[in-house]
């Protein structure tokens, strides 16, 4: 079956560059949600869509922000890169836009600041 | 959001039953319970959900006493492949929306031949 697919794996940015990750959801969901996972750290949720539109909002910094497209596709924009924000974005997705839906992840994009 | 704890760390070996109990003593009634499985380096995978009582699929059960305040995820005859961090999670039904989950300290499984 399809799943949730981040571009890109791997990314490797400087101090004060932008960076933008990409969740393509699986295949008729229309919920998307942005998890941040620091080194021995736990998932921190970030951000989530539904329908397009911002649904729940977590610990996103002010430096970040994302969007949900027509094709139910969301990017993650980062700019004014931190060392800190070096983690594993994760993003899911899921069908209906509801609290107790089942959220499916994504492989994660790991994210380097240098 | 009721807060969840959970053992840091558990030891078992292959072919066991495994036990892992969530305490959550401030439950709302609206609240459910999932729990979450992540392997390192991989997104979280959804395990088993369930409000009360007993929740069995082909990976897990789920056992809910009647007070609601502990849950514990049971894992029959575990594998190597088994060894990951568990998450418990409570979150609200009736708030609506897509809200992001809450991951609290997991608890690191290690399954040992």
């Known amino acids: 079956a399809a799943g949730v697919i981040q571009s890109p794996r791997h990314l490797i940015k400087e101090k004060r560059e932008t960076a933008t990750l990409k969740c393509y959801p699986i295949?008729?969901?229309?919920?998307v949600y942005w998890y941040q996972q620091g080194p021995g750290q736990d998932p921190q949720f970030l951000i989530s869509f539904y329908e397009k539109m911002q649904s729940d909002k977590g610990s996103i910094p002010d430096r970040f922000s994302a969007q949900q497209f027509s094709d139910y596709h969301s990017e993650l924009n980062m700019s004014s890169l931190e060392l800190g924000d070096s983690a594993l974005y994760f993003c899911?997705?899921?069908?209906?836009?509801?609290?107790?839906?089942?959220?499916?992840f994504g492989p994660g994009t790991r994210l380097t600041v240098l | 959001l009721a807060k969840t704890t959970q053992p840091i760390s558990m030891d078992s070996y292959e072919g066991q039953e495994v036990n892992i109990t969530c305490s959550h003593n401030?439950?709302?009634?609206?609240?459910?319970i999932t729990w979450y499985q992540q392997f390192p380096s991989q997104g979280p995978r959804f395990i088993i959900q369930?409000?009360?009582t007993k929740v069995t699929n082909e990976v897990a059960s789920l056992f809910i006493p009647a007070d609601r305040k502990s849950s514990t995820l049971s894992l029959p005859r575990v594998s190597l492949s088994d060894t990951a961090v568990y998450y418990c999670?409570?979150?609200?039904?009736?708030?609506?929306?897509?809200?992001?989950?809450?991951f609290g300290k997991g608890t690191h499984l290690i399954i040992q031949p």
């Open positions: 295949p008729r969901h229309d919920t």
């Open positions: 369930g409000y009360k």
């Open positions: 899911a997705s899921s069908f209906g836009g509801s609290s107790t839906d089942t959220q499916y």
């Open positions: 401030n439950i709302a009634t609206n609240d459910y």
């Open positions: 999670l409570v979150g609200d039904m009736e708030r609506g929306g897509a809200d992001g989950l809450t």
